[in-house]
Antibody, heavy 122, light 110 residues
Framework: QVQLVQSGAEVKKPGASVKVSCKTSGYTFTDYYIHWVRQAPGQGLEWMGW????????NSAQNFQGRVTMTRDTSISTVYMELSGLRSDDTGIYYC???????????????WGQGTLVTVSS | QSALTQPVSVSGSPGQSITISCTGT?????????VSWFQQHPGKAPKLMIYEVSKRPSGVSNRFSGSRSGNTASLTISGLQAEDEADYYCCSYVGSSRGVFGGGTKLTVL
Protein backbone atom coordinates (compact mmCIF):
# COMPACT_ATOMS: atom_id res chain seq x y z
CA GLN A 1 0.00 0.00 0.00
CA VAL A 2 1.11 3.53 -0.73
CA GLN A 3 2.58 5.33 2.27
CA LEU A 4 4.25 8.68 2.86
CA VAL A 5 5.92 8.95 6.26
CA GLN A 6 7.32 12.28 7.37
CA SER A 7 9.97 13.16 9.92
CA GLY A 8 9.08 14.35 13.39
CA ALA A 9 8.24 17.73 14.83
CA GLU A 10 10.85 20.47 14.90
CA VAL A 11 11.40 23.59 16.99
CA LYS A 12 13.61 26.23 15.42
CA LYS A 13 14.75 29.76 16.20
CA PRO A 14 14.09 32.65 13.82
CA GLY A 15 16.64 32.78 11.03
CA ALA A 16 17.41 29.06 11.20
CA SER A 17 16.62 26.40 8.59
CA VAL A 18 14.53 23.26 8.83
CA LYS A 19 14.68 20.13 6.68
CA VAL A 20 11.67 17.82 6.58
CA SER A 21 11.83 14.36 5.05
CA CYS A 22 9.09 12.35 3.38
CA LYS A 23 9.79 8.65 2.91
CA THR A 24 7.60 6.95 0.32
CA SER A 25 6.76 3.30 -0.23
CA GLY A 26 4.32 1.08 -2.05
CA TYR A 27 4.77 2.48 -5.55
CA THR A 28 7.46 3.38 -8.10
CA PHE A 29 9.07 6.45 -6.55
CA THR A 30 10.14 8.07 -9.82
CA ASP A 31 6.70 7.86 -11.45
CA TYR A 32 4.86 10.54 -9.44
CA TYR A 33 5.50 14.14 -8.49
CA ILE A 34 5.57 15.04 -4.79
CA HIS A 35 4.10 18.35 -3.61
CA TRP A 36 4.64 20.22 -0.35
CA VAL A 37 1.74 22.00 1.34
CA ARG A 38 1.78 24.15 4.46
CA GLN A 39 -0.98 24.83 6.96
CA ALA A 40 -0.49 27.55 9.55
CA PRO A 41 -2.33 27.10 12.87
CA GLY A 42 -6.07 27.53 12.31
CA GLN A 43 -5.51 28.57 8.72
CA GLY A 44 -5.99 27.13 5.25
CA LEU A 45 -3.76 25.12 2.96
CA GLU A 46 -0.90 26.82 1.12
CA TRP A 47 0.81 25.24 -1.88
CA MET A 48 4.59 25.45 -1.58
CA GLY A 49 6.00 23.58 -4.53
CA TRP A 50 6.66 20.25 -6.22
CA UNK A 51 9.56 17.98 -7.06
CA UNK A 52 9.80 15.52 -9.92
CA UNK A 53 11.55 12.52 -8.32
CA UNK A 54 12.55 11.23 -11.74
CA UNK A 55 14.94 14.04 -12.60
CA UNK A 56 14.98 16.23 -9.49
CA UNK A 57 13.26 19.13 -11.24
CA UNK A 58 11.40 21.49 -8.93
CA ASN A 59 9.18 24.54 -8.90
CA SER A 60 7.89 26.58 -6.01
CA ALA A 61 5.34 29.24 -5.21
CA GLN A 62 6.56 32.79 -5.54
CA ASN A 63 6.08 33.29 -1.79
CA PHE A 64 8.76 30.69 -1.10
CA GLN A 65 11.19 31.24 -3.94
CA GLY A 66 14.72 31.71 -2.70
CA ARG A 67 13.89 30.12 0.68
CA VAL A 68 12.72 26.62 -0.18
CA THR A 69 14.83 23.78 -1.54
CA MET A 70 13.34 20.44 -2.52
CA THR A 71 15.56 17.44 -3.15
CA ARG A 72 15.25 13.69 -3.42
CA ASP A 73 17.25 10.54 -2.76
CA THR A 74 16.11 7.86 -5.17
CA SER A 75 18.10 5.15 -3.35
CA ILE A 76 15.76 5.42 -0.36
CA SER A 77 12.61 6.76 -2.10
CA THR A 78 12.67 9.89 0.01
CA VAL A 79 12.09 13.55 -0.75
CA TYR A 80 13.18 16.48 1.38
CA MET A 81 11.98 20.04 1.84
CA GLU A 82 14.32 22.58 3.39
CA LEU A 83 13.07 26.02 4.34
CA SER A 84 15.60 28.67 5.29
CA GLY A 85 15.40 32.08 6.94
CA LEU A 86 12.63 30.90 9.23
CA ARG A 87 10.22 33.47 10.67
CA SER A 88 7.51 33.09 13.27
CA ASP A 89 4.87 33.01 10.55
CA ASP A 90 6.49 29.89 9.10
CA THR A 91 5.08 28.00 12.08
CA GLY A 92 2.69 25.34 10.88
CA ILE A 93 2.17 21.81 9.69
CA TYR A 94 4.08 20.84 6.57
CA TYR A 95 2.65 18.04 4.41
CA CYS A 96 4.09 16.09 1.53
CA UNK A 97 1.60 14.61 -0.92
CA UNK A 98 1.77 12.47 -4.04
CA UNK A 99 0.28 13.74 -7.31
CA UNK A 100 -1.56 10.92 -9.01
CA UNK A 101 -1.57 12.47 -12.49
CA UNK A 102 1.24 11.27 -14.68
CA UNK A 103 3.62 12.16 -16.16
CA UNK A 104 3.68 15.84 -15.26
CA UNK A 105 1.34 16.12 -12.29
CA UNK A 106 -2.02 17.83 -12.10
CA UNK A 107 -2.50 18.87 -8.45
CA UNK A 108 -4.47 15.70 -7.74
CA UNK A 109 -2.86 14.85 -4.41
CA UNK A 110 -4.09 11.37 -3.58
CA UNK A 111 -1.79 10.26 -0.76
CA TRP A 112 -0.56 12.53 2.02
CA GLY A 113 2.04 12.27 4.72
CA GLN A 114 0.95 12.61 8.31
CA GLY A 115 2.31 16.16 8.52
CA THR A 116 5.29 17.63 10.35
CA LEU A 117 4.77 20.43 12.86
CA VAL A 118 7.44 23.10 12.60
CA THR A 119 7.46 25.69 15.36
CA VAL A 120 9.54 28.83 14.97
CA SER A 121 10.09 30.60 18.25
CA SER A 122 12.82 32.52 19.97
CA GLN B 1 -0.30 34.46 -6.54
CA SER B 2 -3.52 35.16 -4.63
CA ALA B 3 -5.62 32.36 -3.26
CA LEU B 4 -8.72 31.30 -5.13
CA THR B 5 -11.91 32.69 -3.57
CA GLN B 6 -14.22 30.37 -1.65
CA PRO B 7 -17.11 31.19 0.69
CA VAL B 8 -15.99 31.11 4.30
CA SER B 9 -18.84 28.85 5.33
CA VAL B 10 -21.83 26.96 3.99
CA SER B 11 -24.42 24.87 5.77
CA GLY B 12 -27.17 22.42 5.00
CA SER B 13 -29.45 19.88 6.62
CA PRO B 14 -29.03 16.13 6.29
CA GLY B 15 -30.29 14.92 2.93
CA GLN B 16 -30.00 18.31 1.27
CA SER B 17 -27.53 19.34 -1.42
CA ILE B 18 -24.98 22.11 -1.14
CA THR B 19 -22.55 23.69 -3.57
CA ILE B 20 -19.20 25.29 -2.75
CA SER B 21 -17.78 27.70 -5.30
CA CYS B 22 -14.15 28.44 -6.11
CA THR B 23 -13.55 31.57 -8.12
CA GLY B 24 -10.39 32.74 -9.81
CA THR B 25 -9.38 35.01 -12.62
CA UNK B 26 -9.20 34.01 -16.26
CA UNK B 27 -5.45 33.71 -15.85
CA UNK B 28 -5.90 31.39 -12.87
CA UNK B 29 -7.93 28.69 -14.53
CA UNK B 30 -7.04 29.46 -18.13
CA UNK B 31 -7.69 26.59 -20.47
CA UNK B 32 -6.57 24.08 -17.89
CA UNK B 33 -8.87 21.52 -16.38
CA UNK B 34 -6.67 20.86 -13.39
CA VAL B 35 -8.97 21.72 -10.49
CA SER B 36 -9.04 19.49 -7.44
CA TRP B 37 -11.11 19.47 -4.26
CA PHE B 38 -9.99 18.29 -0.83
CA GLN B 39 -11.88 17.48 2.35
CA GLN B 40 -10.17 18.00 5.69
CA HIS B 41 -11.49 16.93 9.06
CA PRO B 42 -10.00 18.54 12.19
CA GLY B 43 -6.56 17.24 13.00
CA LYS B 44 -6.39 15.12 9.86
CA ALA B 45 -4.54 15.34 6.56
CA PRO B 46 -6.60 16.49 3.57
CA LYS B 47 -8.34 13.90 1.40
CA LEU B 48 -8.70 14.13 -2.38
CA MET B 49 -12.38 14.19 -3.36
CA ILE B 50 -12.35 15.47 -6.96
CA TYR B 51 -9.59 15.97 -9.53
CA GLU B 52 -9.42 17.28 -13.09
CA VAL B 53 -12.59 19.31 -12.39
CA SER B 54 -15.02 16.40 -12.19
CA LYS B 55 -13.26 13.06 -11.74
CA ARG B 56 -13.75 11.08 -8.55
CA PRO B 57 -10.97 8.94 -7.10
CA SER B 58 -11.78 5.36 -6.34
CA GLY B 59 -13.58 5.07 -3.02
CA VAL B 60 -15.06 8.56 -2.96
CA SER B 61 -18.83 8.60 -2.75
CA ASN B 62 -20.76 9.56 -5.88
CA ARG B 63 -22.58 12.09 -3.70
CA PHE B 64 -19.58 14.33 -4.45
CA SER B 65 -19.39 15.94 -7.88
CA GLY B 66 -17.39 18.72 -9.48
CA SER B 67 -17.90 21.12 -12.35
CA ARG B 68 -16.51 24.29 -13.85
CA SER B 69 -17.99 27.23 -15.70
CA GLY B 70 -15.66 29.97 -16.85
CA ASN B 71 -13.64 31.22 -13.91
CA THR B 72 -15.64 29.36 -11.28
CA ALA B 73 -15.28 25.75 -10.23
CA SER B 74 -17.87 24.12 -8.00
CA LEU B 75 -18.13 21.17 -5.64
CA THR B 76 -21.60 19.79 -5.05
CA ILE B 77 -22.43 17.40 -2.22
CA SER B 78 -25.81 15.73 -2.47
CA GLY B 79 -27.64 13.82 0.24
CA LEU B 80 -25.70 15.59 2.99
CA GLN B 81 -24.57 13.39 5.86
CA ALA B 82 -23.19 14.31 9.26
CA GLU B 83 -19.79 12.90 8.30
CA ASP B 84 -19.53 15.46 5.48
CA GLU B 85 -19.02 18.21 8.03
CA ALA B 86 -15.44 19.35 7.38
CA ASP B 87 -13.34 22.02 5.69
CA TYR B 88 -13.18 21.92 1.90
CA TYR B 89 -10.44 23.37 -0.30
CA CYS B 90 -10.17 23.81 -4.03
CA CYS B 91 -6.79 23.77 -5.75
CA SER B 92 -5.90 24.66 -9.30
CA TYR B 93 -2.98 24.78 -11.66
CA VAL B 94 -2.47 28.46 -12.52
CA GLY B 95 0.26 28.33 -15.12
CA SER B 96 4.03 28.65 -14.93
CA SER B 97 4.07 25.17 -13.37
CA ARG B 98 2.48 26.50 -10.19
CA GLY B 99 -0.64 25.82 -8.20
CA VAL B 100 -2.75 27.62 -5.65
CA PHE B 101 -5.35 26.65 -3.06
CA GLY B 102 -8.58 28.39 -2.26
CA GLY B 103 -9.03 29.92 1.17
CA GLY B 104 -11.21 27.03 2.35
CA THR B 105 -14.89 26.61 3.21
CA LYS B 106 -16.26 25.27 6.47
CA LEU B 107 -19.26 23.02 5.87
CA THR B 108 -21.70 22.66 8.74
CA VAL B 109 -24.35 19.95 8.67
CA LEU B 110 -27.24 21.29 10.71
Amino acid sequence: QVQLVQSGAEVKKPGASVKVSCKTSGYTFTDYYIHWVRQAPGQGLEWMGWINPNNGGTNSAQNFQGRVTMTRDTSISTVYMELSGLRSDDTGIYYCARDVIRPHGGYALDYWGQGTLVTVSS
Amino acid sequence: QSALTQPVSVSGSPGQSITISCTGTSSDFGTYNLVSWFQQHPGKAPKLMIYEVSKRPSGVSNRFSGSRSGNTASLTISGLQAEDEADYYCCSYVGSSRGVFGGGTKLTVL
